[in-house]
């Protein structure tokens, strides 16, 4: 089982920027796929972004498209989030995750594809 620590959570107003990282306690981080996900209170958890080894692929969901940067930093076995122009939608819990047998190329968006997930960092953006 792959560690996932979130971090960089906090509080925003609307228009402004946060930045989640997601460290990960394995040896072999750079043959993983990770991905971010959310989930709002009383909503379901959904993807926000995925990307492959290599970073040779990457997902958005299309409600960040152009906001959100997703990048990774293998040899410090980290994985980033950067939320630009950030919309007034409360409190957000971020999810890191992490596919341990995506095949090179893959970022997979679905949920289930995951294994193993981080504890969540929570970031509020008020209006």
């Known amino acids: 089982q792959v560690l996932l620590v979130e971090s960089g959570g906090g509080l925003a107003q609307a228009g402004g920027s946060l930045r989640l990282s997601c460290a990960a306690a394995?040896?072999?981080?750079?043959?993983?796929?990770m991905g971010w996900f959310r989930q709002a209170p009383g909503k379901e958890r959904e993807f926000v972004a995925t990307?492959?080894?290599?970073?040779?692929?990457?997902n958005y969901a299309d409600s960040v498209k152009g906001r959100f940067t997703v990048s990774r930093d293998d040899a410090k076995n980290t994985l980033y989030l950067q939320m630009n122009s950030l919309k007034p939608e409360g409190t957000t819990v971020y999810y890191c995750?992490?596919?341990?047998?995506?095949?090179?190329?893959?970022?997979?968006?679905?949920?289930?594809?995951?294994?193993?997930w981080g504890q969540g960092s929570q970031g509020t953006v008020s209006s």
């Open positions: 394995a040896p072999t981080f750079d043959r993983f796929a």
């Open positions: 990307i492959s080894r290599l970073s040779a692929t990457i």
């Open positions: 995750a992490t596919d341990v047998d995506a095949i090179w190329g893959s970022a997979p968006t679905t949920m289930d594809e995951y294994e193993a």
